[in-house]
């Protein structure tokens, strides 16, 4: 039986605290499950937003998405993650990451080693945090005991197989690093994430949830026009540009159907949309709930 949707959206734009909290509070009225926060200099910082999160909203859990590893000596992020599980009752999820801005590094004053180091210092972070909240003396102390779900995003194979091993979520991004940017994987290059992740994950007693970020979301009649706006970014052509997943395109039906078909395709069952399309999600979520 395929496991049920869960709904998450990455609030990136920053506003003052009656806004933030009513925005989060309207996240929650249009079926939100997780409110989520970047970590991204520019954008707000993660703990103290979804402290303010937790006053506005009663159900949704909130989580981080996702820390960038080097921005976090393991001792202090213990501290946050048990003190906003704590102050929320327990409705946190924590989803951790290698970073990958190089710009955000060198502002802040921190080398930005190649790939494999950065992997290095996220696999050490995600082994020091578990070890510190697992001690029964650590204060403050987390509802959810030894710590709160954790989620680890990303592509390449070191990642996947970290995940595997210790992430209850395990996040895609859809896209990969090339010389000239960010590009969007393909369905197919996606499908080939996911089958190294199920290799990884063998063995495990349980399968972690999955996890799809949709970089866009529009519904609308005319799936061709709206695509063929995108397209000046992308090197795609329109029909390749339609059938990448991290694009939610057409009337809520079809959008609701294609993230059915992707749900049974990839496993992808816990999706996040970015803030600026919230409210546009919002008819999905009701077209997909229990579905």
């Known amino acids: 039986m395929a496991r049920p949707f869960r709904f998450g959206v990455n609030m990136t734009t920053a506003c003052g605290g009656a806004e933030w909290r009513e925005r989060c509070g309207r996240a929650e009225e249009l079926g939100y499950d997780v409110i989520l926060v970047p970590d991204h200099l520019g ?34 992020l213990a501290r946050e993650i048990a003190t906003v599980d704590a102050l929320s009752g327990g409705r946190l999820e924590l989803g951790l990451g290698a970073g990958y801005v190089r710009e955000e590094h060198e502002r802040a004053g921190l080398a930005f080693p190649p790939p494999g180091a950065r992997v290095d210092l996220l696999g050490r972070t995600v082994a020091e945090v578990d070890r510190l909240l697992g001690d029964a003396a650590h204060v403050p102390r987390p509802v959810q005991y030894p710590m709160p779900p954790l989620l680890i995003g990303g592509n390449g194979d070191r990642v996947l197989r970290l995940a595997a091993e210790r992430a209850a979520i395990t996040a895609f ?14 369905a197919d290059e996606l499908a080939e994430r ?10 495990r007693p349980a399968p972690a949830e999955l996890n ?14 709206a695509v063929r706006e995108l397209l000046s970014g992308m090197r795609l052509g329109e029909d390749e540009a339609l059938e990448l997943p991290l694009l939610a395109v057409g009337t809520v039906r079809q959008i609701a ?13 816990y999706l996040t949309v970015l803030d600026p399309y919230m409210e546009t999600f919002g008819p999905v979520i009701e077209e997909l709930r229990g579905g």
Not at 173 to 182: D, N, S
Not at 196 to 203: D, I, L, M, Q, V
């Open 194 to 203: 996911v089958a190294a992740y199920r290799g990884f994950e063998s063995g």
């Open 173 to 186: 991004t859809g896209a990969r690093h090339t010389a000239e940017g960010l590009r969007a994987l393909t």
């Open 212 to 225: 799809l970020l949709l970089q866009v979301v529009a519904v609308t009649r005319d799936r061709r026009a």
């Open 257 to 269: 159907d294609q993230l059915r078909a992707q749900r049974e395709r990839y496993g992808f069952t």
């Open 43 to 76: 954008m707000v910082a993660p703990f103290p937003a979804l402290a303010a999160a937790a006053e506005a909203t009663e159900r949704a859990r909130l989580g981080t998405f996702v820390l960038n590893a080097a921005f976090w000596n393991p001792a202090l």
